[in-house]
């Protein structure tokens, strides 16, 4: 049997959240999101989580495993140890209900960041019509390409917690993954990652890379960006970029 | 009742996957003001697991005719033809269309987009990215959405039932999941792109979202569902959860053997044999997706499965393709199946089994997505616009939801514009009074537990309608069903609150889920043949064209069990054969 903890907060009955402690009679092959379905079918149907596709890839269920932010799809009964395991919402991010926590503070850092392709008529282009691309341009960008919106990383964050516009590290490494692809030439959005809300606001202390469950490194991304930001003002004659 | 909010669009989407985005896109460029409502945020939306790629001709050895050819072949011939012309013509400039705003896919050494070898198709040309390729193309559409200021997104509405007043849709009706206030939404035109029903089975290659809501709801409000009794099962998920196993694992070389290690589909008539790592086109692992669930079967009958704690398998063989060929192709397959069972496939096999993957049935459309009912439209998975007939072939789909969530959405956009007649008062109260009823369901007392009800429907599913099925069988799962259909009005909620009532939510689910297993079961126990995914071990064993080259339609009933019509199969330039696969596939190919 298995012990968890649970953070509990009801909006329209609970003043502040509060813990709860439910046995789950699982599998050790079951996920915590397993664990979560069990109690709210035979336990308490109030409980409430967001998640879909149990295989780490919808983004939907994250939540803090004593203390550390974990997608629950990836958290198998398993791993969890003897004692009670404390489940509890993503940090840093309003609390709606139980383990959901508000997602449209995200997205309003991810739009602004201006996270779509804006390509030129000029790139050479391919037999049926594609802009042409080598596996080693695409190897510039295809990591902070696999950034899923878990926002794992804004619970690791301890900036996103003191500086509320600070965008934050899967914005700002989605940002990353637009300026380095060799098809984009959307150099404006640059501008709005530069600042002490953009990479200037990061203090590289790289949890955010630690939490990320699909191997994003946005503390990598953000240094690029520095680096790019800090060279756009040093003459190139000196100093090479590495993106030229 | 609390207070209705009223909001007005142009263009109404229901989904926010791939048809519903490249459907509000479309609708946005053509001009016009688009609502675009998902039950979850639109990144969660299941085309995300998609994994393997989306089909497009794009070789020079390839031809729009061979793509037409495996399709209708791999389908039985229960294709829409003129579909099916469509979709293969379209299909190669959606995917280059996607490229140019950012998608990802995987290249060759010279920057041209890489195709891959896939089950059922005769040459290579599913355009991948990895083995994520849904999540790469549902991140770029969501991504180009969030830069058009014409598309509204209401992230985590539930749309309760589609608003239809003589045979014109007006708008829906919807549930703010958030706060639990109703809301109506008005529009000249709506488009359906809510995705399939994979959860009315217990095992399943499907998130949790995928209940069949849509579908419930176009039932509901009077159109049939068309081929219903065909639903995919992929022969390789993993057991006990059901995550999928990409059919790329066979496309890039790997291979299937038996508890005796054994190539065994070459006993299925999928051989010759061919050597590891060197996969052929059509042939042994590069089957279609039913033929091969259908050797399991046999394969777990004889014995010849391998016991696993989570039910029985057989392996997926990947050691051979290599530790770098694996993580460039398969990095996601890696990390699944050393988080879920413990194997990284470059030091042992896999094991996986069939498992319900997909919805080839849906709500009937032409070819231009429209429905019988005026203002209302369909694409994707919830759709059933002809291509798929009585199996998919894999990586049809992805390119299917921007085929023709594309095309729903300039036919939405073009109705909006000439404007259509504004929703009747008796439409509206009719609407106040669906609105009421829901709310009135929070906490209702009963005796039915949810839970038990929805794995109960699972589980008669799995048993009933299945790889193989029996007229008996099928006639108790329907009986059963029936029955548990009725039940769902006794059940018990025992959430009051409005915000995030989630319970209420999955109750409305599992009544679409309900209606759409009734609909799965009644098509199956009516068709007396096998073809494709619908094969029956009892007197109906064969094809039988005479009597079933047609397509089924089931009507709406409010209880008992619904009524079948069959309806015809458009065949334009390929009249139905024998499907033949493996060496006889390859007679008279280079």
């Known amino acids: 049997m298995t012990v968890l903890e649970i953070q509990r907060y009801l909006p329209e009955s609970d003043q502040a959240p509060r813990w709860q402690r439910y046995e789950v009679e699982g599998e050790p092959a079951w996920s915590l999101i397993d664990a979560l379905g069990y109690i709210k079918d035979h336990v308490d149907p109030t409980l409430a989580w967001r998640a879909s596709c149990r295989m780490g890839m919808c983004g939907s269920c994250g939540v803090l495993v004593d203390g550390v932010p974990r997608l629950g799809c990836e958290v198998f009964l398993r791993d969890l140890p003897d004692r009670p395991a404390r489940i509890a919402p993503l940090a840093h991010l309003p609390v709606e209900r139980d383990l959901m926590v508000d997602t449209e503070g995200y997205l309003r850092r991810l739009r602004a960041v201006e996270p779509w392709l804006q390509p030129s008529d000029a790139d050479p282009v391919g037999p049926v019509g594609e802009r042409l691309q080598t596996p080693a341009q695409q190897a510039k960008y295809l990591e902070t390409a696999q950034c899923i919106g878990c926002m794992l990383c804004y619970a690791a964050c301890p900036q996103v917690a003191v500086n509320e516009p600070f965008l934050g590290p899967a914005a700002l490494a989605a940002a990353h993954r637009y300026l380095s692809d060799s098809r984009d030439h959307g150099h404006a959005r640059r501008g709005s990652v530069q600042g002490l809300q953009g990479v200037w606001g990061c203090t590289l202390v790289g949890t955010c890379s630690e939490a990320c469950p699909k191997g994003v490194d946005p503390a990598a991304a953000i240094q690029r960006e520095k680096v790019r930001g800090a060279l756009s003002f040093v003459p190139s004659l000196f100093v090479r970029g590495e993106d030229d | ?590």
């Open chain 2, 1 to 590: 009742m609390r207070e209705i909010v009223t909001v007005h669009a142009e263009v109404l989407v229901i989904g926010g996957g791939g048809a519903g985005l490249r459907a509000a896109i479309a609708a946005a460029e053509s001009g016009a003001r688009v609502a675009l409502l998902s039950k979850v945020y639109p990144m969660r939306s299941h085309t995300v697991a998609a994994e393997g790629g989306a089909a497009g001709v794009a070789q020079p050895e390839d031809d729009l005719e061979a793509h037409f050819r495996d399709t209708v072949a791999g389908g039985d011939w229960l294709c829409d033809q003129s579909a099916v012309s469509y979709f293969v013509a379209h299909a190669t400039a959606e995917l280059t269309w996607l490229e140019h705003h950012g998608c990802p896919w995987s290249r060759e050494p010279d920057g041209r987009v890489a195709v891959r070898k896939f089950g059922g198709m005769k040459r290579a040309r599913t355009w991948f990215a990895a083995d994520k390729s849904g999540f790469h193309i549902l991140q770029t559409l969501f991504h180009t959405a969030l830069a058009l200021p014409s598309i509204d997104r209401f992230d985590e509405f539930f749309c309760t039932g589609l608003l239809v007043h003589d045979g014109v849709c007006h708008g829906v009706m919807a549930l703010r999941i958030s706060t639990g206030e109703p809301y109506l939404f008005l529009a000249p035109s709506v488009v359906l792109a809510t995705g399939g029903a994979g959860r009315v089975y217990r095992f399943n290659t499907n998130g949790s979202i995928v209940t069949g809501d849509g579908l419930a709801m176009a039932w509901r409000a009077g159109l049939p569902l068309r081929d219903m009794e065909f639903v995919q099962v992929h022969p390789t998920a993993l057991p006990g959860s059901g995550v999928l196993i990409t059919e790329a694992c066979r496309g890039e070389g790997g291979i299937l053997l038996n508890a005796e290690g054994r190539r065994y589909l070459q006993d299925y008539g999928l051989g010759p044999e061919t050597p590891p790592g060197q996969p052929r086109n059509k042939t042994m692992e590069l089957g279609p997706r039913d033929r091969l669930s259908q050797a399991f079967w046999h394969e777990q009958r004889a014995g010849r499965t391998v016991p696993s704690p989570r039910g029985d398998a057989v392996h997926l063989d990947l050691r051979h393709l290599g530790a770098e060929r694996l993580a460039e192709r398969l990095p996601l397959i890696c990390s699944l199946s050393e988080k879920h069972v413990g194997i990284h496939p470059k030091d042992a096999p896999i094991p996986v089994r069939p498992a319900v993957h997909y919805t080839m049935g849906g709500v009937p459309t032409s070819v231009d997505t429209s429905t019988a009912i005026s203002g209302l439209y369909a694409a994707g998975e919830c759709a059933s616009v002809g291509l798929h007939g009585a199996n998919r072939l894999g990586s049809n789909s992805l390119a299917e939801l921007l085929v023709f969530g594309r095309a729903a959405g300039e036919r939405a956009a073009a109705r909006a514009r000439a404007g259509a007649p504004p929703p009747p008062g008796s439409a509206l109260g009719h609407a106040r009074e669906h609105l009421c009823a829901i709310q009135a369901l929070r906490a209702k007392k009963g005796t039915v537990r949810l839970a038990e009800l929805r794995d109960a429907m699972g589980s008669i599913m799995d048993e009933c309608f299945g790889i193989y099925r029996l007229g008996p069988d099928m006639e108790r799962g329907l009986s059963r069903l029936v029955e548990l259909r009725e039940s769902w009005s006794d059940l018990e909620l025992r959430d009051a609150s409005e915000r995030f009532n989630t319970e209420l939510i999955a109750a409305l689910e599992l009544s679409c889920a309900l209606d759409v297993a009734l609909a799965i079961g009644a098509s199956a126990a009516a068709r007396k043949e096998s073809r494709g995914s619908h094969q029956r071990l009892d007197a109906f064993s064969v094809r039988d064209d005479e009597r079933f080259l047609a397509h089924s339609l089931v009507d709406y009933a409010e209880s008992g069990v619904p009524a079948i019509r069959y309806g015809p199969v458009e065949i334009t330039s390929y009249p139905p054969e024998e499907r033949v696969y493996g060496g006889e596939a390859q007679v008279g190919d280079s």
